[in-house]
T-cell receptor, first 111, second 114 residues
Framework: GQNIDQPTEMTATEGAIVQINCTYQ??????LFWYQQHAGEAPTFLSY????GLEEKGRFSSFLSRSKGYSYLLLKELQMKDSASYLC????????????FGTGTRLTVIP | NAGVTQTPKFRVLKTGQSMTLLCAQD?????MYWYRQDPGMGLRLIHY???????AKGEVPDGYNVSRLKKQNFLLGLESAAPSQTSVYFC?????????????FGPGTRLTVL
């Protein structure tokens, strides 16, 4: 398999903060991506981490710990439009930039 | 720029039929990829190409063939369709080999094999 795990579903309230976790196991790691995918649409890029630490982009932040094989996506000030699937994926070191995806976390934002 | 486009958007096939899915990108990207997405499985790489005239197998290549005769196009062929190939197929492209480059995805092709 892909050796990458994330929760299947989460629910959060509008205006709140939610953290989506992702764990992975690989020896050929070259970075981790987060994508957002609305139902029936293509995935779109959210963030990329290759070094340990937190990357912040507006309401979205992503964290990586390479030693722990762990990442999370933090969404602040949740809006109804944030209801979507969030996909984490690690990129390999082959030079072909192949991505290996988790199954995705379906987030539902409720009023 | 249209970005990454896929043709067709929807298709229904009978078992044993063949078809070709077309992916086109107008961003002059070097690398192109074909994925399939199934419920509970996530996106899985079928084949990829690191340049015009080159192709390579991904995680789930069986039953599929690909060609990259022109830099902007990446074709995915199903030789003899099976119900197990019912899926949503996404094409993606990336500009360079830098790992920081993000993959841009097409809108997807929803294929049903009866």
């Amino acid at each position: 398999g892909q050796n990458i795990d994330q929760p299947t579903e989460m629910t959060a309230t509008e205006g709140a903060i939610v953290q989506i976790n992702c764990t992975y196991q690989t020896s050929g790691f070259n970075g981790l991506f987060w994508y957002q995918q609305h139902a029936g649409e293509a995935p779109t890029f959210l963030s990329y981490n290759v070094l340990d630490g937190l990357e912040e982009k507006g309401r979205f932040s992503s964290f990586l710990s390479r030693s722990k094989g762990y990442s999370y996506l933090l969404l602040k000030e949740l809006q109804m439009k944030d209801s979507a699937s969030y996909l984490c994926a690690w990129v390999d070191q082959t030079g072909a930039n192949n991505l290996f995806f988790g199954t995705g976390t379906r987030l539902t934002v409720i009023p | 720029n249209a970005g990454v486009t896929q043709t067709p958007k929807f298709r229904v096939l009978k078992t044993g039929q063949s078809m070709t899915l077309l992916c086109a990108q107008d961003m002059n990207h070097e690398y192109m990829y074909w994925y399939r997405q199934d419920p509970g499985m996530g996106l899985r790489l079928i084949h990829y190409s690191v340049g015009e005239g080159t192709t390579a197998k991904g995680e789930v290549p069986d039953g599929y063939n690909v060609s990259r005769l022109k830099k902007q196009n990446f074709l995915l062929g199903l030789e003899s369709a099976a119900p197990s190939q019912t899926s949503v197929y996404f094409c993606a492209s990336i500009r360079t080999s830098a790992s920081t480059d993000t993959q841009y995805f097409g809108p997807g092709t929803r294929l049903t094999v009866l």
